[in-house]
């Protein structure tokens, strides 16, 4: 009568002797999801830690639709390495230096990211040359392994000039540094990078494209399941249920798992305790391409 939790994992399944309140707070809060694609990249990146010390250092260009999971992944990656305090020397260790590129490329604000990343009092008048020099010595100073640049493309956005002035601060930051540089971006990023043949050589690719109705995408959904903590099993891998989850998200990971949290939140408010047709026909759902389209006042 509802007691078999073999659908869910355990610490789910916990949450269903919990208060309905406390059930949807659970369903809506953030969780990672290990899908192979992400732990093949993940496994890049510890790769490119390990790398030794060179002049002439790898990279990484992660490239991937929007809502996609680029900037989880990473961030995931940075749990796994975080900063360290230094007992007995001066400075902290950073071994992974995470960072949001500024919306406009001014490699001014590009330094400022940087030593507000490091809480590193800086003037913000100050030339960038100058900025450049502090933020190499401090990123020395603790110990930089590896920089993440998230947002990428803005920076190589703009003119031709500003695309080019930027690609030289991240071939000088790796070569001063070196360390990997890994940008996260999207296909503009990508297309800036390959103007520059002397750094589209050392950037490897790793995409995090669009999910395809395929096999991966019904494991996918069978984890979901067991995440989402409901009395009675969904079978959402059953085609017709797996075909219109996939046509509602249109397939990116950040709009399957929206789609099935508030699916799993409306299961619950209305006691049907399962994901079917009729709870996903039930809950306001716009298709992403339509909500792109729609004009904003
Ligand atoms: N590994 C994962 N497990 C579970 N959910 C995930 C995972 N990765 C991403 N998501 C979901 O997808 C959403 C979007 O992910 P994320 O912000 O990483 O996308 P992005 O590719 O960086 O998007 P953008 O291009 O807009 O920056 C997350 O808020 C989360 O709900
Ligand atoms: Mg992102």
Known sequence: MGDDTSHLFQKAAEYLARGDQE???????????????????????????????????????????????????????????????????EAAVVPVLFLQAPPVPDEGRFYNAILERLFAPYKSGDR??????????????????????????????????????????????????????????????????????????????????????????????????????LRYPSVLIDGSLADKIYSMSEGYLGEISRLLVDAAVAAVESGQERIDKRVLDSIDWVPPSERRKEPRE
């Open 128 to 229: 960038a040359d100058r900025k450049q020099f502090q933020a190499i010595k401090l990123l020395r100073e603790v110990g930089l392994k590896m920089l993440i640049i998230d947002e990428i493309h803005h920076v190589l956005a703009g003119s031709m000039a500003k695309q080019k002035a930027f690609l030289n601060v991240i071939k000088y930051l790796g070569n001063e540094l070196e360390v990997p540089i890994v940008g996260v971006g999207t296909r503009d990023a990508f297309r800036a990078i390959q103007t520059d043949p002397q750094l589209s050589n050392r950037f490897d690719h790793a995409l995090l494209p669009r999910w395809a109705n395929d096999d991966d995408f019904l494991r996918l959904l069978a984890t979901f399941e067991r995440v989402l903590p």
């Open 23 to 89: 059930r949807i707070a659970y369903i809506r809060s953030p969780r990672w999801i290990g899908y192979p694609r992400a732990q093949k990249v993940l496994k890049q990146l510890e790769t490119l830690l390990s790398y030794p010390a060179s002049h002439r250092m790898p990279n990484l260009l992660i490239v991937g639709d929007t809502n996609n999971g680029k900037t989880m992944l990473v961030k995931r990656f940075c749990g796994q390495h975080k900063p360290q305090d230094n007992p007995t020397g």
